[in-house]
Each structure stands twice: as C-alpha cells, then as structure tokens.
C-alpha cells in the first residue's frame, strides 16, 4: 500500500466484553481509497472491531493501537479520544442495528452533525451550517441516492424497515463524506434488491474524492455475503476466526468464502479455529 496518503492502523488490538476476551491480537491497515472486506463466522470478532474502532463503552480495548496517519506522517491516537471526536477526526461506522431517537428529524440529526465533522472545533449552541446550504446539499444527495424528500422529515429510525434504516446510514456516509467508513454488515436484514441498491449506493458515495485516492473513503465492509461487494469489488479481504485476521487476499477469497464457507479456513488454522468454538454461543463476539 501507497504510504502517500491517510490510512487507519489497527496494531496487536486486543480487546474485552465484559471481561470474555474477544480481538486477540488484531493487525490491519486500511489507506484512503481502497475497499477492504472482512469476512468470518458468527461470533468471530468482525463486529467488535468496528466497535472498537469507533468507540463503544461496552468494549474494552485491553492491548494494541488505533491510529490515523497522515499522508505527512503525523499520528493521531484514536483510543485516547471519545466517540464523538473520532467521528469529528472522520470516522464514520454504519451499524448492523441502528438506534431510534424518538423526536428528533433525520434532517435536524444530519444538520447537527454534519456541521460537527465539519468544524470540528465547534462548541453547543454556536452557529450550524446555513439552512439553505444544508437544505440544497441534502436535496441533491437524496436524489442521488433515489431517496424520497419526505424521508428527511421522519424521526431518525422510528418505524423504518430494516431497508430504511440502512438507507439512512447511507444518506449519513454520503452526507458527513468521512476519511474512513466501517459498514457492519449493511446487507443484514435486507432482501436481494435492497442489498443491490445499498452497494450501488454505497460505491457512488465512497468513490467520490475527485477521483483521487487521497480524497477518497477508506472502507471496511463487514459482511457474511459476496452480494454487497458487486459494486465494491473489495482490493483486500480479510478472514476473521477467533478473534483475529488468519487470511487475507483479493477478491477471489471473498468469492471462495461465499461459495463454500469456512471449512477450509478452519483446517488451515486450527488454533483459531479452536478460539472459535470456545466463543461459541456469545453474541458480543459477533
């Protein structure tokens, strides 16, 4: 990988649920502009990572580093900032099971958040993105994305489908624009059209940098199926087992682990492949 531009690295990650053991030593490196898939059984870890990465309190980072470096080298240590400043910092993660928040608009939700990322050093209660630019801004990403006006006007994720409340984490990828994009299993819960539309929607919006990989996403799909990866023909994927990467390869892997599953990657890796059995039946593995 090209050392000329942003990457997220993830180094000896070890973390905790709880005080089950679930990372085990977890090594990755995602540059700006490439797509990365990272494939594995339930209760491997795939999700966990994504956790880890962005923040959540019920995960604990027990050994390891997440870093971003710049394309000048600089690093800045993610697990030393709070949630909210790693999004601010331009890490995005689309979950496998969003929240409701009763009361508040998608718009407003989108506004306020936007408006953060964007300005990172802006205190509650100062001035958001102008109405007017928001508004234009949003129209023309919902239209790009076929997403109806009135979608905006809803409370974020109450009453959606299963299909609107991913449509909705991708409207806010295409809207906040991060560096980096952990998508946790966004073909979960969705029939064969809707996880069509979702990659489709989801190549339009991470290739969108001028077409340079230094203004590009960096994106990790998390996923079980080769479906969400036809327009997001991933450059690495990555086999999780137990708690870490065991293999990792092109495209051609991704298409082996949709064909005929994991057995082959158990045999090969039996030491993982025991760390699985143990974590069996844990959902917090996931």
Do not use: W
């Not at 180094?11 to 502009?33: P, S, Y």
């Not at 064969?192 to 990989?213: F, N, P, Y």
């Not at 057995?263 to 059995?277: F, G, Q, V």
Request: negative net charge; proline residues 4%; contains cysteine.
């Amino acid at each position: 990988m090209s050392q000329s531009r942003d990457r997220l690295e993830i180094r000896g990650l070890h973390a905790a649920v709880d005080g089950q053991e679930i990372l085990k030593g977890v090594d990755l490196t995602i540059g700006r502009g490439e797509i990365h898939a990272l494939m594995g059984p339930n209760g491997s870890g795939k999700s966990t990572l994504g956790y880890c990465i962005m923040g959540h309190p019920s995960y604990e980072v027990t050994a390891g580093t997440i870093e971003l470096v710049g394309a000048d080298g600089s690093r800045l240590d993610i697990l030393a900032m709070e949630p909210d400043e790693r999004a601010r910092a331009g890490v995005f993660l689309a979950f496998q099971r969003p929240m409701a928040i009763p009361g508040v608009r998608l718009a407003d939700f989108l506004r306020h958040a936007v408006t953060n990322v964007r300005n990172p050093q802006r205190k509650e209660g100062q001035e958001l993105m102008p109405m007017k630019e928001f508004r234009s801004e949003l129209k023309a990403k919902m239209g790009e994305l076929s997403i109806d006006a009135d979608f905006a006007r809803r409370y974020v994720n109450e009453g959606f489908s299963g299909g609107e409340m991913k449509r909705a984490e991708i409207l806010q990828l295409a809207m906040l624009r991060p560096r980096f994009a952990i998508l946790d299993e966004t073909d979960s819960g969705l029939d064969a059209d809707a996880v069509r539309l979702a990659s489709q929607s989801i190549a339009r919006i991470g290739g969108a940098g001028g077409g340079s990989e230094s203004g590009a996403m960096g994106i990790l799909i998390i996923t079980h199926h080769e479906q969400l990866l036809e327009h997001n023909v991933p450059h690495h994927t990555h086999v999780m087992l137990g708690g870490r990467i065991v293999e990792s390869g092109g495209p051609e892997l991704a298409a082996e682990l949709h064909k005929r599953g994991y057995e082959r990657i158990r045999s090969a890796y039996p030491d993982a492949a025991a760390a699985e059995k143990a974590m069996e039946g844990s959902a917090v593995g996931a």
